[in-house]
């Protein structure tokens, strides 16, 4: 009875030792978006890079950047000025690396004053690096626009404000789905003879 008594209790230290390490690593990742989102709007692409851990990487559908400050002027120069994050889960790993996942949403206008914007989920790995918590692995995945999710054909979406930036990075893999050509089934099946011709046989 003693034992069982004090295996629940061992049980419930390590619960809530495991709950506050959790809110302590999330504490820590909301901060480290507040100053990434802060950065952003103040289009300081080197604020951002500041936040990686040395070699760190941040990984879209076009693939992986370690250039980070370089990626940012770019989205900065098609017109991306403003960017919300959000952190909904956060959990340590030992005790110098932790995981997270939230979402994002980025706007602004292009060249021409139209708005502009693209939103999603990321994920990240953290590693302690002098002391503080930094970011060695940012993956960000855009959600799909409400016409894909419905079935249209990619090629009905109107391309994105610019070339550049992020457009270039998230907008990339839809324009080019509308280079495929679809093979219609009635061009496949082969053709019969015309009346009074004869067959050919190989």
């Not at 996942?101 to 292009?110: D, E, P, T, V």
């Not at 590693?127 to 995945?141: H, P, Q, W, Y």
């Amino acid at each position: 009875m003693l034992r069982t008594c004090f295996s629940c209790l061992f049980l419930m230290v390590f619960s809530l030792s495991a709950m506050a390490a959790d809110g302590d690593s999330k504490q820590k990742v909301e901060g480290i978006a507040s100053e990434y989102a802060a950065s952003f709007n103040k289009q300081d692409g080197a604020g951002i890079a500041a936040l990686f851990a040395t070699g760190g990487i941040h990984v879209n559908p076009a693939g992986p950047r370690s250039d980070i400050a370089e990626f940012y002027q770019g989205a900065f120069k098609a017109g991306f000025d403003h960017e919300e994050i959000t952190v909904d889960q956060a959990w340590p790993i030992g005790s110098d690396m932790a995981l997270a996942i939230g979402g994002y949403r980025i706007s602004g206008k292009n060249q021409s004053g139209a708005p502009i914007e693209t939103g999603g989920i990321w994920t990240a790995t953290y590693v302690t690096e002098g002391g503080k918590l930094k970011i060695r692995l940012l993956s960000a995945m855009p959600k799909p626009r409400a016409s894909e999710v419905g079935g249209a054909s990619p090629c009905s979406i109107p391309p994105r404000a610019s070339a550049r930036g992020f457009d270039d990075v998230y907008g990339r893999i839809s324009r080019q789905r509308c280079t495929l050509r679809t093979i219609k089934p009635s061009r496949c099946r082969r053709r019969s003879p015309a009346p009074g011709s004869r067959s050919v046989r190989r």
